[in-house]
T-cell receptor, first 116, second 113 residues
Framework: SQTIHQWPATLVQPVGSPLSLECTVE??????LYWYRQAAGRGLQLLFY??????ISSEVPQNLSASRPQDRQFILSSKKLLLSDSGFYLC???????????????FGPGTRLTVT | AQSVTQPDIHITVSEGASLELRCNYS??????LFWYVQSPGQGLQLLLK??????LVQGIKGFEAEFKRSQSSFNLRKPSVHWSDAAEYFC???????????FGAGTILRVKS
């Protein structure tokens, strides 16, 4: 069966510091991968998605970036964090559209980021 | 572009009472529709999905949802709510390329004893 991991689970970082959040998926190949953010009291905001290694689509302009160095690894980064980057970050995967009929996404446990 | 509206931000029901969470979507073709649940501090869990066929779909934890094309709705229902159902519920619609989901803003369910 497939599993998705995120780490760290919680993170407290000062403003201006760098960020690296990692997401890995096991038990599947060529998944679509996604990064979402939930700010307090808000819904899910899609930040990035990837349909393959090195292929990143950005949904919202910001000071965050994403990379996919391996098929089942997705990394969210920032060079300098802002206070507004605080939130709950969720990684998700879905089977590639050519293999799936219904496009559901499966979510990881999330990372709580607090920028101080 | 697709969009999803969940009109109720908060809903409170008594334990044992029935539940209906509303979801309206905007999409030109036959939509792929989903309901997810999120407990505080956790990731999202898929409750159920609709993509074709029977318009009444069954999911996990005793939930069901009915797709009504004429009303552009996909409401989530449960006949008898348990205290453990207290969580936030998200409705989502898939885009035509199968690469993205568009989520509603969520409905927070509170269960009173």
């Amino acid at each position: 069966s497939q599993t998705i991991h995120q780490w760290p689970a919680t993170l407290v970082q000062p403003v201006g510091s760098p960020l690296s959040l990692e997401c890995t998926v096991e038990g599947t190949s060529n998944p679509n991968l996604y990064w979402y953010r939930q700010a307090a009291g808000r819904g899910l905001q899609l930040l990035f998605y990837s349909v393959g290694i090195g292929q990143i689509s950005s949904e919202v302009p910001q000071n965050l970036s994403a990379s996919r160095p391996q098929d089942r690894q997705f990394i969210l980064s920032s060079k300098k964090l802002l206070l507004s980057d605080s939130g709950f970050y969720l990684c998700a995967w879905s089977p590639p559209p050519r293999l799936a009929a219904t496009y559901e996404q499966y979510f990881g446990p999330g990372t709580r980021l607090t920028v101080t | 572009a697709q969009s999803v509206t969940q009109p109720d931000i908060h809903i409170t029901v008594s334990e044992g009472a029935s539940l209906e969470l509303r979801c309206n979507y905007s999409y030109g073709a036959t939509p792929y529709l989903f309901w997810y649940v999120q407990s505080p501090g956790q990731g999202l869990q898929l409750l159920l999905k609709y993509f074709s066929g029977d318009t009444l779909v069954q999911g996990i934890k005793g939930f069901e949802a009915e797709f009504k094309r004429s009303q552009s709705s996909f409401n989530l229902r449960k006949p008898s709510v348990h205290w453990s159902d207290a969580a936030e519920y998200f409705c989502a619609v898939g885009d035509e390329y199968g690469n993205k989901l568009v989520f509603g803003a969520g409905t927070i369910l509170r269960v009173k004893s």
